[in-house]
C-alpha cells in the first residue's frame, strides 16, 4: 500500500523588527500607487502601466512575504485585472478597443482587491510591530500589562489599551473609580464631583485617610478629595463631552494615577 503523504503546512516568516518596519514602507508605496489611479478619466494607452503595477504589487508582497510562507498565502494578491476572460485584453484579439469600458472595469475591481490585501498586509505587519513592543503604543501596552495595577483598573481597560483605545481606556478606568468609591461608602445617590466632595469632605466625610485630629490631618484629607474630585474633572469629563486622541504613555500614566487612587481608596475608613 502506497504511504499517504504528509501535508506540512506553510510555517510563518518570523520576521525581524527591521523586516517588519521595511516591509511597511514598501507596502504603503504600493499602496499609495494604486491609490493615485483615477480610473474616470485613465486612457486605454494606459493599460501597459496597469500591467506594470501589477508586477509590482505581486513582487514587493514576495519580497515581504517569502513564497510559500503563511503570510504569503494569507496576502498574495496575483494578478490585479479581475474581470470576465472573454473581456481580457490578452484574449480579445482586435476587439479589445471596443471592448475597453469593460476591461477598465475588471482592472478596477482588481485595484480595489489589492488596496483591500495591502491595507490588510500593513495592518497584519503593524499589529506584529506593536506585539514586539517596537511601537509606542506597543510598549505602552506591554508597561500596562506589567504594571501592578488595582486590579479593577487593570481589568476594566487592559483590553481597551491594547486595542488602541487609549482615550476609552481612561474613561473607563475614572468610571471604575467612581464605582468603587460608591461602593465603599454605600451613597449610591451620588456620582463623579459631587460624590467625592461628600465623601472625601475635609470635616464631614463618610471616609477618611487618618483620624483627623488635627489641621495638618484635615488638610491631608481635604487634598485627597481634590485628587478624587481631579480625577473626575480633568481626566473623565473631558472624555465623556469630546472626543480626544490620547497618546499611549499618556494614557498609561493617567491610568496609573488612578489605579493609586483606588488603592488609597483601599486604606481609608469609613466614619461611624
Not at 107 to 119: C, M, N, P, T, V
Not at 127 to 134: K, T
Not at 156 to 161: G, H
Request: charged residues 25%; negative net charge; aromatic residues 8%.
Amino acid at each position: 500500500m502506497a504511504r499517504r503523504s504528509q501535508y506540512n503546512p506553510p510555517q510563518p516568516a518570523n520576521l525581524s523588527a527591521d523586516q517588519i518596519r521595511k516591509g511597511i514602507r514598501a507596502l504603503e508605496r504600493r499602496l499609495d500607487e494604486l491609490k493615485s489611479i483615477d480610473f474616470g478619466s485613465i486612457p486605454e494607452d494606459d493599460e501597459p502601466r496597469l500591467e506594470a503595477l501589477s508586477t509590482s504589487v505581486n513582487a514587493s508582497i514576495d519580497s515581504v512575504f517569502p513564497p510559500g510562507t503563511a503570510e504569503n498565502n494569507n496576502f498574495a494578491i496575483g494578478h490585479l485585472w479581475r474581470g470576465s476572460m472573454t473581456t481580457s485584453s490578452f484574449l480579445d484579439y482586435g476587439l479589445h478597443q471596443d471592448r475597453w469600458p469593460e476591461t477598465r472595469k475588471g482592472w478596477q475591481d482588481g485595484f480595489s482587491y489589492g488596496i483591500a490585501r495591502l491595507e490588510g498586509a500593513i495592518k497584519y505587519l503593524s499589529e506584529s510591530l506593536a506585539d514586539m513592543g517596537e511601537t509606542v503604543g506597543g510598549r505602552a501596552s506591554i508597561a500596562l500589562q506589567t504594571t501592578p495595577l488595582h486590579q479593577a483598573v487593570q481589568s476594566a481597560v487592559q483590553k481597551k489599551f491594547a486595542d488602541g483605545h487609549y482615550s476609552d481606556a481612561i474613561e473607563t478606568a475614572c468610571k471604575v473609580l467612581n464605582n468603587l468609591v460608591q461602593v465603599r461608602s454605600g451613597c449610591f445617590d451620588l456620582d463623579n464631583t459631587k460624590l467625592m466632595q461628600k465623601v472625601f469632605s475635609r470635616d464631614n466625610p463618610i471616609l477618611r485617610f487618618n483620624d483627623l485630629s488635627s489641621d495638618d490631618l484635615k488638610n491631608e484629607q481635604q487634598g485627597m478629595m481634590f485628587l478624587f474630585c481631579g480625577v473626575i474633572q480633568a481626566l473623565r469629563n473631558p472624555r465623556a463631552h469630546r472626543v480626544i486622541e490620547d497618546h499611549p504613555e499618556m494614557a498609561l500614566e493617567a491610568i496609573s494615577f488612578i489605579s493609586m487612587l483606588a488603592k488609597y481608596l483601599e486604606s481609608s475608613v469609613k466614619v461611624e
